[in-house]
DNA sequence: CACTTGTGGATTTTT
DNA sequence: TCCACAAGTG
């Protein structure tokens, strides 16, 4: 390892401000790395572990670095493996906190056993949101509750903040006040029991047992307490308190807080972050953590990296009187490197088709000045927001990569596949075992299927020892019967394969053992559907992955591969450099940068997102996201806004929140020193519009995407169609039929008493409650009630039935 | 059991 | 608008 220091050494300071050299040489123990938007900091971690490694004389396999995306993950192992070579590289463990305590995991979950006696083995699964949620809606059925007062996707979420603040089922019962914090804790129970029943954890999990085993497990935490002595940790102002527990236990090497970072040998703690960049507040996200670190690690070194490479001296100004209406900040100014450069560029659109329309004509005017598609990025509050673009660029054949959205791995065609490698891996899954037992056809209903459970749980038996013993069920037909048995000996079968066979050949095996492609290929042949078609596309797709994965993973097994799938996004396998723009919401934008940044829908209401404009803290939070957005551009950047927006199928009236059927410019628009941008008059009406002309024929005069044919009317609800482009990334190649624009709805103002803040109300689902917010005018208001079971709700009186009492 | 039709209800961001 | 799920039909 001695030879790397000399080459090394010698660039890894090279083109790095004062600053910057600082945090990449200091000594050992611990650090706070304050770096501002464009700041260097990615360039700055991957140095620091280079000079750990060559000049500090670490272990490679002493190093710890969590990045927030599997791909900045990716891109850091990248960069590091250019100057240290693959040997080295494979040995760090650079990855998010899921991926890391998922691997830790398959390692020490058997010494692992709850208070209520639950267990995990190595092979468990990993659920994911919709998995979680099926889980839960059983639950609650079971629990004897209403789904409409538990909603089992707000019960998720719920239980995914107790998970992320640390607490455990018993704990969290027993610090139960409210009667639904106590209903909560039930449900909570039963769920995380049904988890293991099913040998599964959710995201959350993965990091919470690991904090459990490491502070009820005191030899286990020394283990890793040795081994981890130098922890690195990117966008640490989006950590939650269960990844900062984690964190510090292994930085300490004892649950307990505030000891020193000592055990004789050289350790370091080094955290990088950005408190203006904190985004992530809904999912627990405390930006508080890094205001409170100095004081955890008394002995800290605080660098501050101000110095900005990115933006022009006016997208910094712009970001800065942005940023700077905010309470809650670190102080921190940031130093611009660069020129002026040009004004932001506002456009106020008359309706979202006008703002695509500009978008898209600026995007041909930028591309015939030189400059490359792939320079450009689009970014929006809401995934939704991207139809409305995505139609236009469509039309005016301008290639675009979407980020986001439906992802590759929440595919019908793809989870169903992969059901089956779960199954053959944790044959406890019942979700997947759920999602296949019928799938291609095998005769199977839902009367089956309970036969099916009830003799499983009568014989003590699986589910799939069940399937083979099926043939003695007593009232089952005799189809079901045999696909049954079937399935349960041919899955044996699989399981057998699974253990001499690479995923690839496994998957291919299933494939056509099950026909699924097979039945896929000649539905597609047979109608022509563009959907279906991209079906067998996806799946061959993931065939590729999966041969892809074999090339390139250091261990190449089902585990692996299954771990991996249940931890990308979509965001991961973006590629920056093709020749196309991308589309993103401003979330998935985070890390990145780009030229040339179109912001779009900047409307009180979209954003600020309503739901956040009662809240100052949530308020804040949106317009540090505003700040992250601007804080992509280098060169250029645009603002758009529409004045009506079709929402819902109609426009902004009788939309939550809005209370006119103009929006009102966002007020971050106005937060900017008006000599920073042009063509924004909050007070003038716009004059010219792109789409006066040629608002958007119904959908059978639609061009067709990319030369292929629409959705036929008939299949207009079954969904949308996807097609793989070339790097991976999806785009969106079907267009939903049948749709026209009906233009303004009228509604008839419905004669209901008005009802004022502090009224008492009667909901026939959510019982009582009590009116603490009205929100609109006239015959378009909204209430926010606050109910005893549920807590509060957003109420449109057009459409719950709100009584009024007393 | 599989498929069609109808209705109600919902709307942020994602590892 | 559009999606999920319930109810109804072959």
Redesign the pocket.
Known sequence: MMTISLEAGKNLLARLNKEQIAAVTQGFGPSLIIAGAGSGKTTVLIRRIVFLLSELNQDPDSILAVT???KAAAEMKQRIKVILGEDITRSLAIG????ICARLLRQEIDSYEAEEGWRWSRNFAIYD?TDSVNVLKAQITALNLDEKVFPA?QIKHAISAIKNDGFMPGTYANNAKTHRETRLAQIYASYQGALASNNALD?DDLILIVNELMSTNPNLLHRWYQRFRNILVDEFQDTNKAQYDLIRMLAVGSPLKKNPIEDGRERSLMVVGDVDQS?YS??KADFRIILGFQNDFSDCRLIKLEENYRSTATILEVANSIIANNTERLEKVLRCNRSEGAKGQVYEASDEIDEAYYVAEEIKRLKARGRSLSDIVILY????QSRAIEEILVREHIPYTLV?GTRFYERQEIKDVLAYLKLIYNEKDSQAFLRII?VP?R??????LERLHEFAAQEEISLIEACIKAPGIAGL?AK?QQGLKDFGLRFRHWQALAQANVVSELLAAVLKETRYLELLEEEARATKDELTMGRVENIQELLAVAKEFEAIADEANLESFLTRIS?V???DSFQEGQSAITL??L??AKGLEFPIVFLMGLEEGLFP?I??LDSPPALEEERRLMYVGVTRAADLLYMTLARRRMF??RFNNG??GFSSNYSVPSRFLKEISADLIIGFYPDAKPEQTYSDSRRIPNSAERPRANGVSAVPLGQS?A??AYRMSENGAMRMSGM?GG????GDRQFDAQAYPPLKVGDIVQHNKFGLGQVVQVIGEKNKELYNVEFKETGKRLL?PK?ARLTKIS
């Open positions: 927030f995306t599997n998010t906190f899921h991926s949101e996707k995201f985004i809904w999912r509050r809401t995934n939704a986001g019928n056809r005769g199977i209903g839902k009367v089956a037909g079901a931890l996004s979509d965001l993103m919401t979330h998935s997102h739901r956040s819902q199928g939309a939550p609800n969904g949308k939903t749709a026209n624009q009906k449109d459409f």
